[in-house]
């Protein structure tokens, strides 16, 4: 069993559609990640979390740390949006344990 | 202010070569951290650079290996390659404040061993 699980694996919305992505985890973590990758590579940092929500724009995570669960919404979803979002743990001094990541595809 | 960067962007090697990557991390940094990622899987922790040493290390053979520089840039070299080691190779730079912090990561060398 991963360390980090992420669902669903892939994920298709209609432009304007309410999005949410789990992650669930079974180490101890001093925080959090949600990251951006988009086709080519290149990864972006959206959140770090220790504990509740934070929102920036359209998007909100939030983090329970009792149950070790986070989940990514994004509100009115765009095409932009389309790209794969990946959970990752910070373990022990900024080491990132990754999930598999989630597909996202947002079709107009 | 540049961000992290990588290169080269993508490299071609054959069986058995060696290959040096290099990352220059954003502004500021002091760490740099070393991925690898397969098609379609998640990154894996290749090791860590903090002070100009090996800090932390996954589960990742000794042929590769790793170097950081009084500037705080960094290079990962691989030996002996295997067809397995085809994958994105990612550099990741966060400043050491005896906490959790923000990653910063480069576009990535994408390695191709035939």
């Known amino acids: 069993k991963n360390e980090v699980e992420q669902s669903p694996q892939n994920l298709t919305a209609q432009e304007g559609e309410f999005i949410t992505i789990n992650c669930s985890y079974s180490v101890g973590i001093s925080a959090l990640h949600w990251l951006q990758q988009h086709p080519g590579g290149g990864i972006v940092s959206l959140f770090m979390l220790s504990s509740g929500k934070k929102k920036h724009g359209r998007l909100i995570a939030t983090i329970n740390i009792q149950e070790k669960h986070s989940s990514l919404h994004i509100t009115a979803s765009h095409p932009r949006d389309s790209a794969v979002y990946i959970c990752a743990v910070d373990t022990s001094g900024s080491r990132l344990t990754f999930g598999e990541g989630t597909q996202l595809t947002v079709n107009p | 202010d540049a961000g992290v960067t990588q290169s080269p962007t993508h490299l071609i090697k054959t069986r058995g070569q060696q290959v040096t990557l290099r990352c220059s991390p954003k502004?500021?940094?002091?760490?740099v951290s070393w991925y690898q990622q397969a098609l379609g899987q998640g990154p894996q922790f290749i090791f860590q650079?903090?002070?100009?040493?090996?800090?932390q290390r996954g589960n990742f053979p000794d042929r590769f290996s790793g170097h950081q520089f009084p500037n705080y840039s960094s290079e990962l070299n691989v030996n002996a390659l295997l067809l397995g080691d085809s994958a994105l190779y990612l550099c990741?730079?966060?400043?050491?404040?005896?906490?959790?912090?923000?990653?910063?990561f480069g576009p990535g060398t994408r390695l191709t061993v035939l």
């Open positions: 990741a730079s966060s400043r050491d404040r005896g906490g959790p912090d923000t990653q910063y």
């Open positions: 650079y903090y002070e100009e040493e090996e800090r």
């Open positions: 502004s500021g940094h002091d760490t």
